[in-house]
């Protein structure tokens, strides 16, 4: 027997290998392991069933503000719609006659004021919508129409500083010319600098350049409307080198046609 092969009494005075007392050791470790285990998923079972039902709750939340918000979505768009339809209905004397049904405003300030009422409740309504954002924009344009500048300017004021790029260099354009037609050049001009700079598709530079350059001239300041043309004239040009359409009224600011001539008498 080798000294590897030592014997060791049990309690019950059994004799065993050192090898042999390891493996029970072993044996005993997995069995307490395994009672710990057993007895670690008894405590948090219901933890653990909390935990599940929260989970299901929060998928099945997230299910239905999606439906909620599409249901809105949709109601809003209706409604923007509507509000739309109202803002581009014919304006018609009314000594006109007008065909039975067809509905008419006398006057553009009329219309704007009905359309107003129903921009403002699409945009207090769904604000978190893309309709009724944009109808936000809108009820500024309505009120700009109805010649109340101040609620417009508050309303468009609002969308310019909107996370949407789009919607906000809307608001800008219009803000600037609700400023352009109350005297205030240089919070105008400020604006369509601020758009000149930007990369928005609702507002293109070029078309924000366009409006600062008439601005300029409008104001005498030839110029700087001219180094404005210019600078659209060489820049504003497709992959191929073709003007674009910018650079085409660019140039025809920069060489006006002379006026047609009188006819002569006869």
Known sequence: MGPGNLFVALKDGTFVDNATKRQLKKQDQFVALTNSS???ADEHRQTAIIAGI???????????????????SA????????????????????SQPVPPGMKTFPTAKDRAAAANTQFQQVANHYSL??????????????????????PAEEALQKVSTSWDAGLAALGKDALAELYQQAGQDSRAIDLYNQLTRGKASTVPAALAQLQLAEL???????????????????????????????????????????????????
């Open 129 to 150: 919508t893309q309709s009724g954002k944009l109808a936000e924009y809108f009820v500024g344009l309505t009120f700009a129409d109805e010649g109340q500048n101040g």
């Open 216 to 266: 300029y001239q409008s104001e005498g300041k030839t110029d700087q409307a001219r180094q404005i043309y210019a600078e659209l004239k060489d820049k504003d040009k497709d992959a191929r080198g073709k003007p674009g359409a910018a650079a085409e009224i660019a140039t025809q600011k920069l060489n006006p046609a002379p006026p047609a001539a009188a006819p002569e008498a006869q």
């Open 38 to 40: 057993v007895h670690w």
């Open 75 to 94: 109601s809003a768009a209706t409604e923007f719609g509507a509000a739309m339809e109202t803002y581009q209905t014919a304006l018609v004397n009314p």
């Open 54 to 72: 929260i989970a299901v709750v929060v998928v099945l939340i997230a299910v239905g503000s999606y439906t909620l918000y599409q249901s809105r």
